[in-house]
């Protein structure tokens, strides 16, 4: 016990000191600011969001409705492909599970979860915060390029690490399955909206995650909402059901993308990792629909899925 306290308290001060060295606390005078408002690159920007919305910005309804206004955006977008355009050849030859349709019947049983979500516990918390949280502080300067994008990336990389580990155990501790993440896996088809289809517990836990990891900093406010748009935006790419030609997965080997969690939706014992796939390979998890259609029977039985007792009572909508 002592020599875990011994190593966690050196690693403490090890990642402290290389916060500090990255991102050093800056005291600037007058004649600095005005030299640093006029040489970063993000200062035209930022002067254009803040000015004459500072009231906006600075509320702490701001980042609640600002979420959510993400989440309405690409459940519309997705909504209306999937209602109106899935037979058109470029969505058609896109889509990943081919013979399930995403109807309107299937969504509506989804939108029907997430309004008592958001109702029972979204907007009371976003309302709680207008007593507890402190007006958003506009600073004068943006943020340099490179704080900004390191930031996000360590943000991105430390969400990504966590949630395997909470997304494996709920698949591994079977009654924290049974109660809490086989909510998520009612659909066995996603689609964008399916996305937020979550236990209150698990919406609790991936949403106060998201909210706190930029607290390990001092993090600039436009910072803090670019990560909420990246968060969110993958987390709505990787259920979509289509994967587009442009898709980053196909770029980068390590990135997941809509297949990979498409895969762990239809086999929910494969894939765990949201984001990136390195632990999923590291750890024999990372399947693909190539190889699904090699499996023998045996190797079925061990890649993805449950047996009948263990899925016994739980409801499945597609
Ligand atoms: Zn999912
Ligand atoms: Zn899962």
Known sequence: MFFFLQISSFVDA??????????????????????????????P???????????ILSSPLFPPFYALSID?????????????????????????????????????????LQACNQ????????????IWVPPTELPILAPTVFEMLSQVAIFFLSFDFTYFWFHYFSHKIKWLYRWCHSVHHMYSSPFAASAQHLHPFELFFVGTFITTIPWIFPTHCMTYWLWFFVAQSVSYEVHIGYDFPFA?????????????????????????????????????????????????EAKLKKFGVYSSGEEKGLIKIN
């Open 14 to 43: 090890f990642l402290f000191q290389m916060l500090l060295d990255l991102y050093p606390v800056q005291n600037f005078t007058v004649e600095q600011i005005e030299y640093e408002k006029n040489t970063r690159l993000l200062q």
């Open 45 to 55: 920007i930022w002067d254009f969001m803040t000015k004459g919305n500072e009231h």
């Open 72 to 112: 309405y955006t690409w459940v519309a977008v997705f909504t209306i492909i999937d209602l109106w355009f899935s037979e058109v050849p470029f969505f058609k030859n896109a889509k990943i599970q081919k013979d399930r349709k995403v109807t309107w019947e299937l969504m509506k049983q989804s939108l029907k």
């Open 119 to 130: 109702l029972l516990y979204i907007y009371p918390m976003a309302l709680v915060q207008l």
């Open 248 to 296: 980053l997965h196909r770029f980068f080997w390590f990135y997941s993308g809509a297949p990979a969690h498409d895969m762990h939706h239809l086999r929910p014992l494969t894939c765990f990792q949201p984001w990136f796939n390195y632990l999923d390979r590291l750890m024999g998890y990372h399947i693909t629909y190539e190889d699904l259609k090699k499996m023998t």
